[in-house]
């Protein structure tokens, strides 16, 4: 499926611990090995908060690539896949706002009188992709990977560079919500 892009810059001869540099071809093997490990979760997490499975495809081919960008920064870290996981947070985020503006500007290029009461999603079965799809991006986050992940609060504020506590009520009112949207309520607070 995924492997080290093809012509990937070759990441520098650095000094690792132990006094050793680590060459081109040695970085490239290890961020290969780490890309094969971590690509089934990577994807799932996508696909979690994307719901679409072409676009988690994408979304996934892009944290690896910016993973790759960042290969020697992620070799000095404690939890380099905690990383990969922040970086594909933060790539969905910013697909999730460029799709809202886009919407919004074709919804302005085309809205006429007639279509301004109309509600797409009105007397639709919510399932559980189209709910998690209606959370905020910080509280989907924290669903995903609390529950689908089943990681740790702390760990979770680690990938998401944010308290526990923010953790722990924003996995909270993303249950209520999704429980809410679910039952076939609005969802909104």
């Known amino acids: 499926m995924y492997a ?66 960042r290969w020697d920064r992620m070799l000095e870290i404690d939890n380099p896949v905690a990383y990969a996981r922040r970086i594909m947070v933060n790539l969905a985020a910013a697909r999730i706002r460029s799709s809202i503006r886009e919407r919004r500007r074709i919804r302005l290029f085309h809205a006429d009188a007639t279509e301004a009461g109309v509600d797409p999603d009105g007397g639709v079965v919510v399932d559980v992709r189209a709910a998690l799809r209606r959370l905020p991006v910080r509280r989907r986050a924290c669903v995903v990977l609390r529950h689908a992940f089943d990681l740790s609060e702390e760990e979770v504020a680690r990938i998401l560079c944010v308290s526990v506590g923010t953790v722990k009520s924003q996995t909270s009112r993303g249950t209520a919500q999704l429980q809410r949207l679910l039952a076939g309520g609005d969802g909104d607070e």
């Open 4 to 69: 080290v892009p093809a012509g990937a810059p070759a990441v520098a001869a650095r000094e690792v611990s132990g006094g050793s540099s680590r060459s081109g071809a040695e970085a490239s093997a290890a961020f290969d090995a780490f890309a094969r490990a971590q690509l089934a979760g990577l994807s799932r997490l996508a696909w979690l908060l994307t719901g679409d499975p072409t676009t988690a495809e994408d979304l996934t081919a892009e944290t690896l690539l910016a993973a790759w960008d």
